[in-house]
């Protein structure tokens, strides 16, 4: 009877679907236990890429004048992500859309495939979202030193301050200049997790409601709405979250080359 | 006042005799004969439409764009997602 209840609460666990489980596995005793695993976030990397990948071989127009749909879709974002750039680093660092543009098209895709029932959502694992935000920012510092040397670190006093303060301020600054690595990451781990969780709690309440009884199945259509909505909700959400790991990515590029 | 100055200054106004109707039709007309050449080498009629196969050519390109690859991609990840799931289920807690 414990055995079966574990069992259940472990099945019906929202939080079963962030678990990273092995799929295919090699563990052999060469190289000292090599140990080879393909596991669901592989997977579904490797299938984000292949997506992203094929949408812009797909939708490349042969190099035609006269864009199909397809093309002026992708050109269209193209363009948003473009001026996104020019308006937040200025026009003067196009040489950085590429990046954004990557990157905006990484998270986008990856949340949209989570989207889907049963699929596996990459950003939900908080070691893509934090390596991804901890290497812009140690990206972001190669680039601020590169450009600016020794004055780089100018960053950490702001003008004005009074020579008492200096160092209290310089802790605070090089305080909140590291707590951006964590709260890119986060922000994007943690908007993805929830909204998944709890489309995945509701869901199972309206399984329960729908399978009850006739009367109850057919007043739960109304419930049943209200998660529709939910799910348009969390496509938004994909979006919009994308957006903003490459709005806030842009400004720390430019904080970087302009030291404020 | 003496005569090549007021032509100098009328010179401003009066613009010079290049094209006259008689250097344009009379004669063989040589000079613009690259121009009809260039034309004449041009291609009529409408603009071909292309014909390319494949996916590609059957969903993507021209009036052919549809929605449809999409909707086809999000079944693929759903069969996918739904046979991973079943699988584990059926590893984990075995009946």
Known sequence: MTQNLTQILILNSPLEQFEVTSLIGLNAPIFGYLNLTL????????????????????????????????????????????????????????????????????????????????????????????????????????????????????????????LALVP??????????????????????????????????????????????????????????????????????????????????????RDAIELH | MHASLVRRQLGTLIPPKVATPKSLSGGSGASLTPLVEFYSKLPKGSAPTSASGGIKGRYFEGKNATAAPLAFTMLALFGLGYTIDYHKHHKNHAH
């Open chain 1, 39 to 162: 596991t669901n976030l592989a997977l579904y990397s490797i299938l984000v890429l292949f997506l992203i990948i094929s949408l812009h071989y797909i939708a490349n127009n042969n190099s035609r004048l006269v864009p199909s749909k397809w093309s002026i879709a992708l050109e269209s974002s193209f363009a948003s992500v473009n001026s996104m750039v020019r308006e937040q680093i200025g026009s003067l660092n196009e040489m950085y859309l590429p990046f954004i543009y990557s990157l905006f098209f990484f998270i986008l895709i990856a949340n949209l495939t989570g989207n889907v029932p049963y699929s596996y959502t990459i950003t939900t694992s908080i070691i893509v979202t934090l390596s991804l935000s901890f290497t812009i920012l140690i990206g972001v510092t190669i680039l601020g030193l590169s450009i600016h040397k020794i004055k780089f670190f100018s960053y950490f006093i702001p003008s004005g301050t009074p």
């Open chain 1, 168 to 253: 209290l301020l310089v802790l605070i600054e090089l305080l909140s200049y590291s707590a951006r690595a964590f709260s890119l990451g986060i922000r994007l781990f943690a908007n993805m997790t929830a909204g998944h969780t709890l489309l995945k709690i509701l869901s199972t309440f309206l399984l329960q409601m729908f399978s009850a009884s006739v009367i109850v199945a057919v007043l739960t259509l109304i419930p049943f709405a209200i998660f529709m909505a939910l799910i348009g909700l969390e496509l938004a959400v994909s979006f919009i979250q994308s957006y903003v790991f490459c709005i806030l990515t842009c400004s720390y590029i």
